[in-house]
T-cell receptor
Framework: KAGVTQTPRYLIKTRGQQVTLSCSPISGHRSVSWYQQTPGQGLQFLFEYFSETQRNKGNFPGRFSGRQFSNSRSEMNVSTLELGDSALYLC????????????FGPGTRLTVL | EDQVTQSPEALRLQEGESSSLNCSYTVSGLRGLFWYRQDPGKGPEFLFTLYSAGEEKEKERLKATLTKKESFLHITAPKPEDSATYLCAVQGNAGNMLTFGGGTRLMVKP
């Protein structure tokens, strides 16, 4: 079974630009969660989608948004990039809405210059 | 607010020297406690889920245990390939959201 895939793996953007990251969950998994990982703050929850609906959202500004498609693939968007948005963005998939293990993808390394 | 604290932040061991990593947590309604391993530049790799106090799980040289306030990851006779950052996370009442600790960076010298 293929794991979670994330594209692109690396991105370099400049301040003020916007970026879209993509995540394909494990086949059959319907829940996708996004996390931001930085050396200073560690792993922080961004949001979770299940069956195309956002179920939970972390404490991030409105510049961070996401969506999920009918095939469970998910995208997250960051608008008006800031230097502090440089991080490893991780996607995790699980089979159901709760009580389930979450499996992470390799991440997208975003660098904002 | 759910909180997870891991200790120590870093741990250096000689190959074969057993030790334990600690994960203390506070959560409103524990649904599950998760352990992950993360290598540099990669996504976390799932190791274990523990659901209730007293539960234990093992995988090769790793054994995870759970009490009502903390979890331990015991590493028996570690090898250099066990070097990684070990992350602990809790799942509470908010769907699949995980709250992570800061991690323990384990270095095993041959």
């Amino acid at each position: 079974k293929a794991g979670v895939t994330q594209t692109p793996r690396y991105l370099i953007k400049t301040r003020g630009q916007q970026v879209t990251l993509s995540c394909s969950p494990i086949s059959g998994h319907r829940s996708v969660s996004w996390y931001q990982q930085t050396p200073g703050q560690g792993l922080q929850f961004l949001f979770e989608y299940f069956s195309e609906t956002q179920r939970n959202k972390g404490n991030f500004p409105g510049r961070f948004s996401g969506r999920q498609f009918s095939n469970s693939r998910s995208e997250m968007n960051v608008s008006t990039l800031e230097l502090g948005d440089s991080a490893l963005y991780l996607c995790a998939s699980s089979s159901g809405p709760t009580y389930n293990e979450q499996f992470f993808g390799p991440g997208t390394r975003l660098t904002v210059l | 607010e759910d909180q997870v604290t891991q200790s120590p932040e870093a741990l250096r061991l000689q190959e074969g020297e057993s030790s334990s990593l600690n994960c203390s947590y506070t959560v409103s309604g524990l649904r599950g406690l998760f352990w992950y391993r993360q290598d540099p530049g990669k996504g976390p790799e799932f190791l274990f889920t523990l659901y209730s106090a007293g539960e234990e799980k093992e995988k090769e040289r790793l054994k995870a245990t759970l009490t009502k306030k903390e979890s331990f990851l015991h590493i028996t006779a570690p090898k250099p390939e066990d070097s990684a950052t070990y992350l602990c996370a809790v799942q509470g009442n908010a769907g699949n959201m995980l709250t992570f600790g800061g991690g323990t960076r384990l270095m095993v010298k041959p």
